[in-house]
């Protein structure tokens, strides 16, 4: 996963990047019941810009921070990511039933072992 973006302000009509060094705080949100944590800050550049690289293995939203400075106002961002795990119900070989996976999974269209009875692309949902 790939966090990119650039912080810039509205002067005299225009818009235009601060001067480097502004601190960006990311955060990731876990989709479910898991309390947001933060992951780092960032420094943007000369022309505002800021990234981040991650391997990215659950679902949540990502939040960018601006905590405002001088005469640049507070601000954020944010962005859900689904993650999927891969797994033998993704393949064809031996056929498998919702009680040799014991969860929910994410199959698709390809749903080589029809363990998605309503169409969704998850398979097992009663196993949620």
Not at 35 to 48: A, E, H, Y
């Amino acid at each position: 996963m790939t966090l990119a973006g650039t912080l810039k302000y509205k002067n005299s009509g225009r818009w235009v990047a601060p001067t480097a060094g502004k601190a960006i705080a990311v955060w990731f949100d876990p989709a479910g019941d898991a309390k947001p944590v933060r992951i780092k800050t960032l420094k943007t550049n000369t022309k505002g810009a800021y990234g981040y690289k991650h391997s990215q293995s659950r679902s949540g939203t990502w939040v960018v921070k601006f905590a405002g400075k001088s005469n640049l106002e507070a601000d954020r961002a944010t962005d859900y990511v689904r993650t999927y795990v891969k797994g033998p119900w993704n393949y064809p070989g031996k056929d498998l039933d919702c009680s040799d996976v014991r969860k929910k999974v994410w199959v698709g269209s390809d749903d080589y072992h029809r363990l998605d009875a309503d169409g969704d692309g998850w398979g097992c949902d009663s196993w949620g």
